[in-house]
């Protein structure tokens, strides 16, 4: 994907660590002008900076500490992220949290909320004030304009004790189905996207038991959507997708997807 991402600028949440970094990463290597980092955690973002300037030297970046939970601060960052590039040619929303999973009627009342807190209220707040941006870049080159919901595919599960994390990453699907549709005419390319089983920090809340599952390295989802947001799949906006698809064989399916209305939250009789 050497050149894609050339003379972007990318915003990317939650990037002090694994998945996020990782994306960083990646599109630094694609040839990113400037990526601009946010997370709570300053020695996660340094590291990744670190990271991003060994990649590929002539990529320009910045970062700030930012709370997903509190607009204010998202605000904050994006609009520092516009005075000091210039745009943001593209968004990857991958802040996310998940606590031990515990039955409904066992759960701690602030821990199960404050899941949605980060997961779909903080990837809101960043929607929010990224969207004015992401339109103007749309508007200036046509090839701009993505943005990168991370959702799981626990979205389409219904397990045992998960009640929190899975029904805010379903929510998360259906936001990318909104914002399509809200502002797909503005050049607005969303999608929401499965990362992979990725032994993550997060990941690794889950139970033992779907430990084995968690083979898929943080690259896999970094490269699948750097790919997303080079135009290739700019047909299959608004729709959930799995970075453990190959592209070709998704590729291939693009008649099929479009005619059928795959891969979004549907009531199928």
Not at 173 to 189: P, T, Y
Request: aromatic content about 8%; some cysteine.
């Amino acid at each position: 994907m050497k050149g894609t991402a050339a003379g972007k600028t990318i915003f990317i949440s939650g990037a002090s660590r694994g998945i996020g970094q990782a994306t960083a990463i990646a599109f630094a290597q694609a040839g990113a002008a400037a990526i601009y980092l946010t997370a709570r955690s300053e020695e996660g973002l340094l590291d990744t900076k670190a990271q991003i300037l060994k990649a590929n030297p002539d990529t320009q970046c910045a970062y700030s500490l930012c709370d997903v939970t509190d607009a204010t601060q998202v605000k904050a960052a994006i609009d520092h992220c516009v005075t000091t590039f210039g745009s943001i040619d593209v968004a990857d929303v991958n802040a996310g949290y998940l606590d031990k999973w515990t039955k409904i009627g066992e759960s701690d009342i602030s821990s199960w909320w404050y899941t949605w807190e980060v997961n779909m209220k903080g990837a809101y707040h960043v929607v929010r004030y990224v969207i004015p941006h992401l339109i103007q870049s749309a508007q200036k080159d046509a090839n701009s304009g993505h943005l990168v919901l991370l959702s799981s595919i626990g979205a389409q599960l219904v397990t045992p004790g998960a009640s929190d994390y899975q029904t805010s990453k379903h929510a998360i699907n259906r936001l990318c189905e909104f914002i399509q549709v809200d502002h797909g005419e503005e050049g607005i390319k969303c999608f929401a996207i499965h990362p992979g089983g990725v032994p993550t920090d997060l990941a690794k809340h889950m139970p033992q038991e779907i430990h084995p599952h968690l083979v898929d390295e943080p690259e896999l989802s970094a490269g699948f959507i750097v790919w997303l947001c080079s135009g290739q799949a700019d047909w299959a906006t608004g729709r959930y997708l799995d970075s453990t698809w190959d592209v070709n064989d998704l590729l291939q399916m693009k008649d099929r997807v479009i005619g059928d209305d795959l891969f979004v939250n549907r009531l199928r009789t």
